[in-house]
């Protein structure tokens, strides 16, 4: 009885956090979201297996999603922190708003146009000696993935926002409007669409993705437009931070670049099973690191100032539980890799055969896992503190490492070294931030 007094006390002392409860959201919303992801590989495993339309179209869709990722998430994640400093003034809040949203038009058409116009110089530099209508396969189903390069920005930011008016689960259930489009896409329209069927899926999600989170944040008010103001104080430190940041996504979003470069040599299909072998480890990391990245930036930005010591406490506590039930995953995972492969994608197109490989390729992703989620977290802790130097060097150590360790495991394992050079490379990421965060530690204790 005791005991389970004790249970549910526990448990009903947890809920009453506000971050606890905030991680559960999260994780609970990205798991619906992810579950939708999932749908969706199974049905377009379904439909292609590992073919050539599948291979194309993650070229397609990289340089957008690369863009997205590196320029639009690192002028997020820097946003959020001096948005909360200029929160606690409460005077420029408007001017604020405006000029990230200026920003981030600016930037998003800028690379808009430079994909456009160096899209046939990307394809024959880094994806020679095919065909001309396996490119114009890339052209086409780019030409549709492109555009949502400008949603994805306006998203994110207005995510930011919410994320920072403690809405966090309107900001994780945006995104499943891509997944539920592309399933109906490939279900109603797939004869109509033909070859494009992912990438108008894609777009017309990004969209949807778009409406859905300015509705939500016009109704919270959390939307405040006024005359920019480039020289404010906390825009000015933004612009600080964000060479840096800018510099350490740019690095590290290279990484999936080299590992196309070196996986396009082998057999047809060969990116296609590195990106359903990702998908599981990328499905777990996604629900631990969201859940935990989207509420533990703003609230290290909002008590690591104040209580640096304590904060730094809490951080290698989640850190320490991170690796222990990230363990416990890889194991669990690496057992059950063939049989869960199996499970979700063997059917029709997919065959034993394409298990057999993607089931290896998955074992060696899992790997990263605990490495992965506890470097997301402490690069939010650094980003929320405007420590971001250090994340640059990490990435071209990491850079470095994933081509080295790509050439030389390509030879002695095939795919199956790319996905091995990832996992390590995440390996060294995290120990690296670990070793430079316990220095800073010393500063305050």
């Not at 086409?140 to 306006?154: D, R, S």
């Amino acid at each position: 009885m005791n005991l389970k007094f004790d249970l549910k006390s526990l448990i009903s002392n947890l809920l009453k956090n506000a971050t606890i409860t905030n991680v559960i959201t999260v994780g609970i919303t990205t798991l619906i979201v992810s579950g939708f992801g999932f749908l969706k590989d199974i049905v377009i495993a379904d439909s292609f297996g590992l073919s050539e339309l599948i291979d194309t179209f993650y070229i397609a869709i990289l340089v957008p999603s690369f863009i997205s990722g590196v320029f639009l998430g690192s002028f997020n994640s820097v946003f959020i922190p001096n948005y909360v400093s200029e929160l606690k003034t409460g005077k420029h809040i408007g001017a604020f708003q405006s000029t990230s949203f200026i920003l981030t038009i600016g930037v998003a058409i800028f690379f808009l146009i430079i994909a456009f116009l160096f899209t046939d110089t990307y394809l024959e530099l880094l994806y020679e000696g095919h065909t001309a209508s396996y490119y114009e396969l890339i052209k086409k189903q780019f030409y549709f993935v492109a555009p949502c390069i400008l949603f994805w920005g306006f998203s994110s930011v207005i995510s930011g926002l919410l994320t920072i008016d403690n809405e966090f689960k309107y900001s994780s259930i945006s995104t499943i409007f891509t997944p539920i489009s592309i399933i109906l896409a490939l279900l109603l329209f797939k004869d109509y669409l033909g070859d494009v069927v992912l990438a108008v899926g894609t777009l017309i999600g990004s969209i949807l993705n778009f409406i859905f989170i300015l509705g939500v944040a016009i109704k919270r008010g959390v939307i405040h437009l006024d005359k920019p103001d480039f020289k404010s104080h906390n825009v000015v430190k933004l612009f600080k931070q964000l060479p840096a940041k800018l510099s350490s996504s740019l690095l590290s979003g290279i990484n999936p670049l080299i590992d196309q470069f070196f996986s396009q040599q082998l057999v047809i299909g060969s990116i296609a099973a590195l990106g359903y072998g990702i998908k599981i480890p990328m499905f777990a990391i996604g629900i631990v690191g969201a859940a935990l990245g989207n509420v533990l930036l703003p609230y290290f930005s909002k008590y690591a100032i104040d209580n640096p010591e304590d904060t730094f406490i809490k951080l290698k506590q989640i850190l320490k539980y991170l690796i222990l039930g990230g363990s416990v995953i890889v194991v669990i995972g690496v057992l059950l890799s063939y049989p869960v492969i199996s499970i979700l994608f063997e059917r029709n197109a997919f065959t034993s055969n394409d298990t057999a490989v993607v089931s290896k390729i998955q074992q060696m992703y899992l790997l990263q896992i605990p490495s992965y989620v506890t470097g997301l977290v402490m690069v939010k802790f650094l980003t929320s503190i405007n420590r971001n130097n250090i994340m640059v060097i990490t990435s071209i150590i990491g850079l470095l490492l994933n081509i080295t360790l790509n050439y030389f495991l390509i030879d002695i394992m095939g795919v199956y070294g790319l996905a091995l050079a990832t996992s390590l490379v995440s390996i060294m990421n995290s120990i690296v931030l670990y070793i430079y965060i316990s220095k800073i530690n010393k500063i305050y204790v």
